[in-house]
């Protein structure tokens, strides 16, 4: 199983916006719009930040935002903050009934 | 408060087995599906398996089908992933995650248990 493919490393100045892009097949991110996003700090667990590729849980920052087009899928961040420097994974539905995540995207606040 | 805490994580030969845990508290535990999630150290994070609310429905990852069996019992709030025959490359942290029934996300992390496969 195939994992989702994400930039290694993405990074931005405070204030600016960066854009993480998550591509996968018409088996999974094409097929539903099932994308989820998570943020994860060293030695923490996983946290929900985008589910059903637009939309935030409480408690997420408006900062953050999802899109999709096609196979591919994007986790915005606007005024970028300190606090944002962490890893995103996305994660889809995949046809059969599982999910598979990206391989990770570490974001640097420079 | 929702939590998810792991047990079970531990050192282990290369084809022997092991039984993680997960005690689960703060919400009605059988309205919700459950999955395991698994990282390598240094890794990115692997979906392991998931199991449907009321136990009848099992998903497995091709990797560990055949391998790794998920259960759960609603009345102790619990859920467990049996695996066995264990390899180098199952190594990572484990994690359980709660869920919602019929939606594709994973909403609450639990913190994980680490299990280590090597001679």
């Known amino acids: 199983q195939s994992a989702l493919t994400q930039p290694a490393s993405v990074s931005g100045s405070p204030g600016q916006s960066i854009t993480i892009s998550c591509t996968g097949t018409s088996s999974d991110v094409g097929a539903y719009n099932f994308v989820s996003w998570y943020q994860q700090h060293p030695g923490t667990a996983p946290k929900l930040m985008i589910f059903d590729v637009v939309n935030r849980p409480s408690g997420v920052s408006s900062r953050f935002s999802g899109s999709k087009s096609g196979n591919t899928a994007s986790l915005t961040i606007s005024g970028l903050q300190a606090e944002d420097e962490a890893d995103y994974y996305c994660?889809?539905?995949?046809?059969?009934?599982?999910?598979?995540f990206g391989g990770g995207t570490k974001v640097t606040v420079l | 408060e929702v939590e998810l805490v792991e047990s079970g994580g531990t050192l282990v030969q290369p084809g022997g087995s092991l039984r993680l845990s997960c005690a689960a508290s703060g919400f009605t535990f059988s309205n919700y599906a459950m999955t395991w999630v698994r990282q390598a150290p240094g890794k990115g994070l692997d979906w392991v398996s998931a199991?449907?609310?009321?136990?009848?429905?099992?998903y497995y990852a091709d990797s560990v089908r055949g391998r790794f069996t998920i259960s759960r019992d609603n009345s102790r709030d619990t859920l467990w992933l049996q695996m066995n025959s264990l390899r180098a490359e199952d190594t990572a942290i484990y994690y359980c995650?709660?869920?919602?029934?019929?939606?594709?996300?994973?909403?609450?992390w639990g913190q994980g248990t680490l299990v280590t496969v090597s001679s």
């Open positions: 994660c889809s539905l995949r046809t059969g009934i599982t999910w598979v």
């Open positions: 199991i449907g609310a009321d136990g009848s429905n099992r």
């Open positions: 995650v709660r869920k919602p029934s019929g939606l594709d996300w994973f909403d609450t």
